[in-house]
């Protein structure tokens, strides 16, 4: 039953902040998981192994928690929507492992490059593959946004592939998900169940042939399982909070995680000469406009709505 009409627009829960707030907080953190991973000599494809097969009790335990065992098992018994999720799968790997191997090789500010234009990039996916009207506002974010790219790319040498595949593979696993007849939860656990078994065959072949390293101490061990627990909590505190808070809040808090990795890079000592500093201000000079157009539709709804 929809709720009854009310004269004034209702007040998002103090909760649903919170728990945006902490899934970009862990976002925003968790490079540093993967670096200390990393520092136990961990390669990408084993911590990405290790990394889809622990978080299937954590997505498990969340789908558990909501009642959705059965919407699980139903999925099994549609072969698009399985075929969807698999496809997600594929793509949310594929972020992954560049972006555990782009932490581990120096390259933390092209993570946070790739993770402030993504939601751009997919304002324009939206035009593109949904016919999504694109404002002015939009489209200068837009065009922002590509004048940073190119001057990321005449800083480094060449395109920014790390930034660009991160994004275009963010993008492209929001456009599937879009797709997807399940809810956030149970998406989730299908596909660290994808992914999560051939990471155990992997990850067993790997400990017999004595190049594992979950087998080589409690250390590495509790890291990887860990990693399992932070790839799993934010997405879902992160569905939780996107369906409680107005688009505004939730355009604002996403550009709270790439601006700790680049604060992070730069801590870290990774170069940031005049043209990598050009770059980021044209990005960000696109993600205000962005957020700003975000405020204003948010604001056009709610005077809609008194």
């Given at each position: 039953?929809?709720?009854?009409?009310?004269?004034?627009?209702?007040?998002?829960?103090?909760?649903?902040?919170?728990?945006?707030?902490?899934?970009?907080?862990?976002?925003?953190?968790?490079?540093?998981?993967?670096?200390?991973?990393?520092?136990?000599?961990?390669?990408?494809?084993?911590?990405?192994?290790?990394?889809?097969?622990?978080?299937?009790?954590?997505?498990?335990?969340?789908?558990?928690?909501?009642?959705?065992?059965?919407?699980?098992?139903?999925?099994?018994?549609?072969?698009?929507?399985?075929?969807?999720?698999?496809?997600?799968?594929?793509?949310?790997?594929?972020?992954?492992?560049?972006?555990?191997?782009?932490?581990?090789?120096?390259?933390?500010?092209?993570?946070?490059?790739?993770?402030?234009?993504?939601?751009?990039?997919?304002?324009?996916?939206?035009?593109?593959?949904?016919?999504?009207?694109?404002?002015?506002?939009?489209?200068?974010?837009?065009?922002?946004?590509?004048?940073?790219?190119?001057?990321?790319?005449?800083?480094?040498?060449?395109?920014?592939?790390?930034?660009?595949?991160?994004?275009?593979?963010?993008?492209?696993?929001?456009?599937?998900?879009?797709?997807?007849?399940?809810?956030?939860?149970?998406?989730?656990?299908?596909?660290?169940?994808?992914?999560?078994?051939?990471?155990?065959?992997?990850?067993?072949?790997?400990?017999?042939?004595?190049?594992?390293?979950?087998?080589?101490?409690?250390?590495?061990?509790?890291?990887?399982?860990?990693?399992?627990?932070?790839t799993a909590v934010p997405l879902v505190l992160f569905?939780?909070?996107?369906?409680?808070?107005?688009?505004?809040?939730?355009?604002?808090?996403?550009?709270?995680?790439?601006?700790?990795?680049?604060?992070?890079?730069?801590?870290?000592?990774?170069?940031?000469?005049?043209?990598?500093?050009?770059?980021?201000?044209?990005?960000?000079?696109?993600?205000?406009?962005?957020?700003?157009?975000?405020?204003?539709?948010?604001?056009?709804?709610?005077?809609?709505?008194?």
């Open positions: 039953m929809a709720p009854p009409p009310s004269s004034a627009p209702t007040s998002p829960p103090p909760a649903a902040f919170a728990a945006g707030l902490s899934a970009y907080l862990i976002w925003g953190f968790i490079p540093l998981v993967f670096q200390v991973i990393g520092g136990y000599g961990v390669g990408p494809w084993e911590t990405l192994a290790h990394r889809t097969f622990w978080a299937i009790p954590f997505a498990g335990l969340f789908v558990w928690m909501a009642g959705q065992g059965g919407q699980a098992l139903a999925v099994f018994r549609k072969p698009k929507v399985l075929g969807l999720l698999a496809l997600s799968s594929l793509l949310i790997a594929a972020n992954w492992l560049v972006f555990i191997w782009a932490v581990n090789n120096g390259k933390v500010l092209q993570t946070s490059l790739g993770y402030f234009i993504n939601p751009l990039l997919s304002m324009a996916a939206g035009a593109l593959f949904f016919r999504e009207r694109l404002d002015r506002i939009a489209q200068g974010a837009i065009a922002l946004a590509a004048i940073g790219v190119v001057f990321q790319a005449v800083a480094i040498g060449g395109l920014p592939w790390v930034s660009l595949t991160l994004a275009a593979s963010f993008c492209g696993y929001g456009i599937v998900r879009k797709q997807v007849a399940a809810d956030a939860q149970t998406g989730l656990f299908i596909e660290c169940l994808l992914l999560g078994v051939p990471g155990a065959i992997f990850a067993i072949w790997l400990a017999q042939a004595g190049q594992d390293h979950f087998t080589q101490g409690v250390a590495p061990a509790a890291w990887l399982v860990f990693s399992g627990a932070a569905a939780w909070a996107a369906r409680r808070l107005p688009l505004s809040a939730m355009g604002f808090m996403q550009f709270l995680a790439p601006s700790m990795t680049f604060v992070l890079g730069v801590v870290q000592g990774e170069p940031l000469g005049w043209t990598k500093i050009t770059a980021f201000a044209f990005i960000w000079a696109g993600a205000g406009v962005f957020a700003y157009g975000l405020w204003r539709a948010s604001r056009r709804l709610t005077a809609a709505a008194v």
